[in-house]
């Protein structure tokens, strides 16, 4: 494929899918293969009120550029976004837009997970709660299973 | 040597700022001697500190390849604790 | 989570991913993780005037639907969407789309992954080709990487 | 035995026709069974069944498990090549 099309942004604002995979996809007929992860503010016990989304704006989106240009070195992808926002988020809330775009289904997916697993660990980014019960807020605390999800891209291709 | 340190998240709040400007001594070369300057600047900094491990360090907006990293030539060093977007 | 929201469509009409996403996540506090992948018929060279998808029927609309009861026995999914169409496909429109919604970004990640390898081997749908020279149509070949991904499912979780 | 058989894609052009009403002999009690008789009623089914290793079926829309599996209840066989959905 062409040089890929990447985008990424860090923003306040909400995403909308279809307008980015349009962004990718529009005027084009090498792609064959779209993988969207949307990540969303869940709140299954109901008893948070919000999510404060902290970052780092001189690295977030260098960091994520940096992985995106990794995934697009190690699978042919012709296209992707990423879209992390900060600020206050209520539960039901888009947190965070990945989209890759190849010729091929397999590269499609792998590009988008990888993005997501390496974000997660090495993207500046902080979220602390703010509980329905007006309770301090508490930052979220990493999980070693985002470590672990790692591992997987250390594998050499089959 | 003149620089630029930022904090975040729950660091931020126990140093009680977001950044300031410090004047490192000459023999500050490594994020090592930095976590050992700032563990001499009071309890808010020696109190995170004492897990030095969970803190991850960013040399002018890239991540720090260990505690040796060299901080010669760097602008902006961050300290925050492991990430937590996506 | 409770019982996956489970959609199988097989029909001509395309699709609106947005609306497919919203469906599996609306009015809901549990579902923290939408990976979507969209299958687009691709022409690099410029050669292809049409695709016609062929189908069974009777059957196409059971196969996806086995396939994404599989998927939600084995990740824990809160809901999966897959539509397939037929008929005249035009270079750059969508075939396929599948959505996988969970807590958790690898399960969605894995569903929609496992529910694409299988309905590429498994589904019946025959795609034949017309070109733009006016040239008589050819089945598509069934690819032997399509066989070979669904490897990759029998390996013990990690 | 009353079957009705459904064939798709190149099998369907192959045979001239999608489906068909057929009465199966007695002795036809597997897909193996079929495969030989259909070879019996002319070069239209010979040919394509010269490679039963590429032809799939299907009895009652579930993908038949292999060449032994019975014929006994099922109502609709269908034959077509390997899927290229997706």
Known sequence: MK???????VRQENFDLNDEIRALTANRTDVGAVVSFTGICRDENHTLSALEIEHYPGMAQAEILRIAEIACSRWPLGGMV???????????????????????????FDGANFLMDFLKTRAPFWKKEFFADGSKGEWVSAKDDDDG?????????? | MNMKLVYFSW???????????????????????????LRGRGEEFEGFLQQPDIIRVA????????????L????????FPPMTGG
């Open chain 2, 72 to 79: 010669s030539g760097i602008k902006e060093i961050a300290l």
């Open chain 1, 149 to 158: 999800a790692l591992v997987k891209w250390n594998q050499p291709e089959p």
């Open chain 1, 3 to 9: 040089i890929p099309i990447i985008k990424i942004q």
């Open chain 1, 82 to 108: 990423a879209i992390h926002r900060y600020g206050k988020i209520l539960p039901g809330e888009n947190i965070v837009l990945v989209v890759a775009a190849s010729k091929h289904r397999q590269a499609a």
């Open chain 2, 59 to 70: 040399l002018d907006h890239v991540h720090a390849d260990g505690r040796e990293a060299s």
């Open chain 2, 11 to 37: 660091i931020r709040e126990r140093v009680g700022f977001s950044e300031e400007e410090v004047n490192l001594p000459s023999d500050v070369k490594t994020v090592a001697d930095l976590f050992d300057w």
